[in-house]
């Protein structure tokens, strides 16, 4: 692949979003997951307790990421045209899902502190 | 007639697939996105201290700016063009289905040239390849070893008779979406008040080559879908008028095309060309094969004959003996450099090839206008080649549209082969021109894609 260039893709992203905003979305996943690598190694095991309410709250943040797809362009679920477009949407609604889970074990870990799921 | 030069074709296409790649591969998000490419982000750096003039700071000319600033060493870089605004084309359609504001196509052209270029706020008057200089319309004489032309083309106004630019609007239902980022929108209006009040709605196309020969037939399907979101659809009347004997170039397209005006109930009407309005009289005159016919309208969409600028016309550059009323330049068709002049080269618009007015051309021009330049500079023989390659998402509603792509054998070449259908709606194929087009547009301008 001697065309292979990750920062063509970094460039594109960078004038989507803007420059700034781009990579303080990038800072913003990094720090949730460090987070969570943080609170994993902290407490040396998962919580069942705390993963079943991140698992719980999947949907809501698949929800979200669709929600924000529909918002953000002149389009709708009408618009879903082949079987494509149901792999995107589910993509979509599976990054939302996966990254709101993350987000809310991390904020009880972080919350309710380690004790708490004692 | 492509037989001699397929082995050459086959060893650049891998490279060229790639690169089709990073410029439509970014609105999925997703893994495929690992296949982008920056050609020549690696390539290795020429010393020299050539004199390169570069007509026109559009996509172009600007993109090719940026790479050759990065590849050449010393270079003595021009870049000559009069219009302090750059505009976002493949944006017009957006704004002129009022999904956009004009502002949205507007950035300055400087703003887009790195530094280390010399940048002239001027057109050039005059111009002689025999003599390897340039006069701007200021008077200044630039002398230069490697030209190349990325003027665009000129929207031929005064060719449409009793139209003109100040009659666009709402008032009189007249809609001239390629003329500016504020026509755009002033078009707009017009379709706006058109679809709610109802009528005759007339589309159509130029007989010349033209840029983004998808465009006309894009704001039909836009005006349709917008009167049926507004329930108005029974009380209005769409015609597209096509020049030729087809309404799409690529027969497998027009096929696909004329099966969804069937579908939406849109008249298509073959070669039928604009010649002339009557706003009084709210009357269309059409040249056909049997005569001329005038039709009423309510609403229509005017779209000049496309030619290139005088000065290169005058030239000396264009075909002596095709598009002899257009003037486009002779290049080669695969290698882009001028058949005459072997120290011009041309991007975009004005190359007198047979496919390729679009953004998406202009992506594949300008990476094998580099690699000969650069090549030649370095006193090597130049690969790359461009095989006619170009891409038009063509929006058939608000949400949905088909990412068609061929090249000059009237081949489709999809970027995602038995991923991304190329004749089948799809709101992937519209969150790409939505979303990431622009964004991919505008790193290609400084030549990171």
């Known amino acids: ?118 | 007639m492509y037989a001699d030069w397929m082995g050459e074709r086959m060893d650049s296409f891998d490279k060229i697939t790639a690169s089709r790649r990073g410029f439509l591969g970014l609105a999925t998000g997703g893994a495929a996105l690992a296949l982008g490419a920056g050609q020549g982000a690696q390539a290795s750096v020429v010393r020299t201290n050539a004199r390169i003039l570069i007509l026109g700071a559009g996509a172009g000319g600007a993109a090719i700016a940026n790479r050759l600033v990065e590849r050449l060493d010393g270079a003595s870089i021009t870049v000559l063009d009069g219009r302090p605004q750059h505009w976002y084309q493949p944006g017009f359609t957006l704004i002129a289905s009022g999904l956009r504001k004009a502002d949205y196509a507007v950035s300055t052209t400087e703003q887009w040239l790195p530094n280390g270029v010399t940048y002239i706020n001027e057109y050039a008057a005059e111009l002689d390849p025999d003599a390897n200089r340039v006069i701007t319309t200021g008077g200044q004489r630039i002398d230069y070893d490697y030209l190349i032309v990325a003027t665009g083309l000129v929207l031929d106004w005064d060719a449409i008779e009793g139209f003109d630019l100040s009659m666009v609007g709402p008032e009189n239902g007249i809609s001239a979406h390629y003329a500016s980022p504020e026509m755009a929108e002033l078009s707009w209006h017009a379709m706006d008040k058109f679809t709610s009040e109802g009528g005759v709605g007339m589309f159509g196309r130029p007989a010349t080559e033209m840029k983004c020969a998808g465009a006309p037939v894009k704001l039909c399907f836009l005006a349709e879908d917008i009167a049926t979101t507004k329930g108005n659809r029974s009380n209005c009347e769409f015609i597209y008028n096509a020049q030729a004997q087809n309404l799409f170039g690529v027969p497998v397209i027009h096929h696909r095309v004329r099966q969804i005006m069937d579908e939406r109930d849109i008249t298509y009407r073959y070669q039928h060309v604009l010649k002339g309005i009557d706003l009084g009289a709210k009357t269309a005159t059409y040249t056909t094969p049997d005569g001329e016919v005038t039709d009423r309208w309510d609403f229509i969409n005017v779209i000049p004959p496309q030619r290139a600028p005088q000065v290169i016309r005058d030239s000396g550059l264009s075909w002596a003996d095709r598009w002899t009323d257009q003037g486009w330049i002779e290049v080669d068709m695969q290698t882009l450099r001028h058949a005459r002049y072997p120290n011009v080269f041309g991007i975009g618009d004005i190359d007198g090839v047979p496919k390729g007015k679009t953004a998406a051309s202009v992506k594949f021009h300008i990476p094998v206008v580099e690699d000969h330049l650069v090549s030649e500079i370095a006193g090597r023989e130049g690969t790359r080649i461009y095989d006619g390659y170009t891409s038009c998402p063509l929006i058939t509603r608000i949400g949905r549209a088909m990412l068609v792509e061929f090249d000059y054998q009237d081949n489709l070449t999809p970027s995602f082969p038995g991923v991304i259908a190329p004749l089948e709606e799809l709101w992937i194929s519209w969150l790409m021109k939505e979303v990431a087009l622009k964004a991919t547009y505008n790193a290609m301008l400084r030549g990171r894609a």
């Open chain 1, 1 to 118: 692949m001697e065309e292979f260039s990750f920062m063509t893709i970094i460039a594109v992203f960078e004038e989507m979003f803007g420059r700034g905003v781009f990579w303080a979305m990038v800072l913003v996943a990094a720090v949730i997951t460090l987070a969570y690598l943080y609170v994993l190694v902290r407490d040396r095991a998962m919580s069942m307790r705390k993963f079943l309410l991140a698992q719980l709250s999947m949907p809501i943040g698949g929800a979200l990421a669709v929600w924000f797809v529909m918002l953000m362009t002149n389009s709708g679920f009408r618009d879903i045209g082949g079987p494509i477009d149901w792999l995107v949407l589910l993509g979509v609604f599976a990054a939302g899902a996966i990254g709101f889970a993350i987000l809310v074990y991390v904020v009880q870990s972080i919350v309710r502190g380690k004790a708490s799921d004692a």
